[in-house]
């Protein structure tokens, strides 16, 4: 693991920040792919401050790019990698006397499936959840009972919305309905929407999705 390289945007409003969004950019990308969220997002989240972190390894598959962990290490690799992200957050959120409830959580691809892998394994609700063209490393609740906090069923109080494009050639659109059943069948409210003709990617539907999805979470 190197020392990782992270973006980041202050609140649009000159405050200190009231809530922080983190992105998680996908497999073979960086922190700077995904930190241009910030400025629809903003426009929802104006006290928010916006962090979009390296993943912490070279990616194989594209050594100009990151990766949460190798791809061929699912789920153990998700585990651990979701734990060092938990980590982070804990330590920006001290940084700015905030609490994870206080943190959505925004992915892409992989950085999907660390979102919804990292609220899984926390132990504190979050704001909300963003998955665009993700999915779940885990394949059922049964069967990955050890993979997941033993308390999650008091912590599901985190809203979630899914995004997937009908046309993934990268994550089969199947995710979206695999990782709502796993979700809805621990208790989080989950929303998905669905992109006719989209293939791996966010278009800007999803994003105006997204930002509903927010002003509904902070009243905005």
Known sequence: MQERKIHTKSPTAGTSPKQIVFLLHGYGADGADLIDLSSPFSMVLPYAKFISPDAPFDCKMSPMGKEWF???????????????????????????????????????????MMSIQSLLLSKNNF???????????LENINASKHLINENIHK??????????????????FSSLENAKK??????????????PGLGHGIDPDGISAGMEFVKKIVNF
């Not at 998955?131 to 490393?137: C, K, L, Q, R, V």
């Not at 796993?182 to 992109?195: A, E, H, M, S």
């Open 155 to 172: 912590n599901s109080s985190t809203p979630v919305l899914l995004v997937h494009g009908e046309e993934d050639e990268i994550v089969p």
């Open 70 to 112: 190798p791809i061929e290490e699912i789920p153990n690799g998700a585990i651990n990698a979701s734990n060092e992200l938990l980590s982070l957050i804990k330590q920006e959120c001290d940084k700015e006397s905030l609490k994870f409830e206080d943190v959505l959580l925004i992915g892409f691809s992989q950085g999907a």
């Open 127 to 137: 704001l909300g959840i963003i998955g665009y063209s993700g999915g779940t490393s």
């Open 182 to 195: 796993l979700l809805i069948g621990i208790g989080f409210d989950v929303k998905t929407v669905n992109r």
